[in-house]
């Protein structure tokens, strides 16, 4: 499925923040239509540098794109307020107008189906409040947004952050089928390392720095783990 | 002082409805409700209540100095205001926090050099608002600007509002943030400066904050939101002006006060549902 065509470059990456160094000197390429996992511990600057590659703040250093490139984001927390005077049709309609673009991304999700009774759930969907939905409706709501517009290239920081067991499962299962989408390459930000070996062509280890970047198989040991985490990590491995 | 003040009030008491057309005043009055009502509902929703109601206070030295040049103080309010949401939107831009603080302290900077330099027989109409100093010009500015404030704000309220719910996320989609957030507070610069005649510089604030908060209590979606803040910020002068014309009492407290009746009918329908 991957192409060998690079969709995007990153190459001496430093991101420095009133003189505290967040990221530093991280290089890497993703294949186009290829899922990529950036695993790290807390504070290893994993959100930093997706927002720095998307260009929500300054770097030195370069990020290259194809021309061709259209950006979806899915942010890793938003946090409204139960009255946020907000519903989801309307919120999905600052990025698209057309009805149909919006059920059709809401299908995407899960979150619209065709039968009339499914129907009926999601136009109640459509003009619930943003604040009162659950965390995993919230997410798949964001993912949704993120969706509209075709992208061709999906950033997902922690989809399954706040979400419940059974949410966490939809996300996942929802990347499966977006992975299956022609010309969609993933990146995404876990702490799962279950996520990484059942999704991931390749993955990113990074501690403030790159520890190491490949396939999965070929770099996910316990050494690497431990330098990455900086203790011992017990490696479960799943029969696939 | 003293002497001043009851001649300033008796002048108020004194005024009758024949004196200015009243349809007239109402019709402007309308226009500066719906505008103030309109900006305020991006900003209880920026969580910046305080910074809005407190700016207000800044038109005070730009109106004192115009009026010591004889010139009109709505445009010395304007330009003050101008130069203090340039201030706000370049502390927001640079450390990305409101320096609530820095708010406070320069406000209230504003509101005491104001003080010193207005001119006393003036100070109490900057203060608090009146009527009888609205004339035909007030009106056509009044006008024009509302028409321009409701046509920029419709346009750039979507990339506004996704702004308010995640930068981050506006960011992603191509919007420029920052350049949208300085666009509406000049607007919101302008609203203040349009509403001072009627309010005074003391309560204008109020009038941008008040409506939007009344209508967040019982609004369901962000238009809903938006035309309820707007009607409420019309009714909120209309009927301050209505009152206060016919009692014969200052017009700014009268208006800021309908508005606060208005919260209070909707905090009470917001507890009920």
Redesign the interface.
């Known amino acids: 499925m991957t192409s060998s065509e690079n969709i995007l470059s990153v190459s001496h990456l430093t991101v420095d923040i009133d003189g505290h160094v967040i990221l530093k000197d991280v290089s890497f390429d993703v294949k186009r239509d290829s899922t990529v996992v950036v695993l790290g511990p807390n504070g290893a600057g994993k959100t930093v540098l997706f ?1 720095a590659i ?3 703040m300054p770097y030195s250093g370069q990020v290259t794109w194809k021309t061709d490139v259209k ?3 899915v ?1 890793q927390k ?1 946090s ?1 307020e139960k ?5 989801v ?3 999905m ?3 698209e107008k057309r009805l149909e673009e919006i059920q059709h991304a809401l299908k995407e999700v899960g979150l619209w189906k065709e039968s009339s009774a499914d129907t009926h759930r999601g136009t109640r969907l459509l ?1 619930t ?1 943003i604040g009162v939905l659950s965390g995993g409706e919230l997410q798949r709501v964001l993912i949704a ?1 993120a969706l509209l ?1 075709t992208p061709n290239i999906l ?1 997902f920081d922690e989809p399954t952050s706040g979400v419940d067991i059974t949410g966490e499962e939809t996300v996942y299962t929802l990347m499966r089928r977006l992975q299956k989408q022609k010309d969609l390459t993933i990146l995404c930000i876990s702490h799962e390392l279950d996520i990484v070996n059942q999704y991931a062509d390749a993955v990113l280890c990074l501690n403030k720095e790159k520890m190491c970047f490949g396939a999965p198989k070929n770099i996910i040991n316990a050494n690497a783990l431990e330098s990455l985490y900086g203790e011992k990590i017990h490696l479960y491995t799943h029969g696939h | 002082m003293q002497m001043l003040l009851s001649l300033s009030m008796e002048r108020r008491f004194i005024y009758t409805p024949m004196d200015t057309n009243i349809l007239f005043l109402i019709i402007i009055g309308a226009l500066v409700g719906v505008t103030s009502g309109y900006l305020g509902s991006f900003m209880v929703l920026k969580r910046m209540s305080l910074v809005g109601d407190a700016l207000s206070h800044v038109a005070l030295p730009g109106m004192a100095i115009a009026l010591t040049f004889h010139q009109d103080p709505m445009l010395g309010a304007f330009l003050a205001l101008t130069l203090a949401v340039i201030g706000i939107w370049y502390i927001g831009e640079k450390t990305k926090i409101y320096s609530e603080a820095l708010v406070g302290v320069f406000f209230t900077a504003s509101l005491a050099l104001g003080l010193l330099v207005t001119p006393e027989p003036e100070l109490l109409e900057v203060l608090f608002g009146n009527l009888e100093k609205i004339g035909l010009t007030d009106g056509m500015i009044t006008v024009l600007s509302a028409f321009i404030i409701i046509v920029v704000t419709r346009l750039i309220s979507d990339r506004l509002l996704l702004g308010v719910v995640s930068e981050d996320l506006a960011h992603s989609t191509g919007i420029k943030v920052s350049i949208m957030n300085l666009v509406y507070l000049i607007l919101v610069g302008l609203v203040v400066a349009l509403g001072v005649k009627f309010v005074g510089t003391l309560l204008m604030g109020a009038l941008v904050i008040v409506p939007a908060v009344a209508a967040k209590n019982i609004a369901h979606g962000i238009r809903q939101y938006q035309i309820i803040a707007s009607v409420l910020g019309m009714l909120s002068v209309v009927i301050g002006i209505v009152l206060s014309t016919f009692l014969g009492i200052s017009s700014g407290p009268t208006v800021v006060l309908v508005s606060i009746f208005f919260f209070i009918v909707s905090y009470m329908l917001k507890k009920k549902s």
Do not use: A, M, R, S
């Open positions: 927002k998307i260009g929500l950006i979806g984001y942010p938003i409204f009255d946020f005077p907000l519903t049709l309307e919120f309609q600052f990025k003009h409040k947004f517009g950033f």
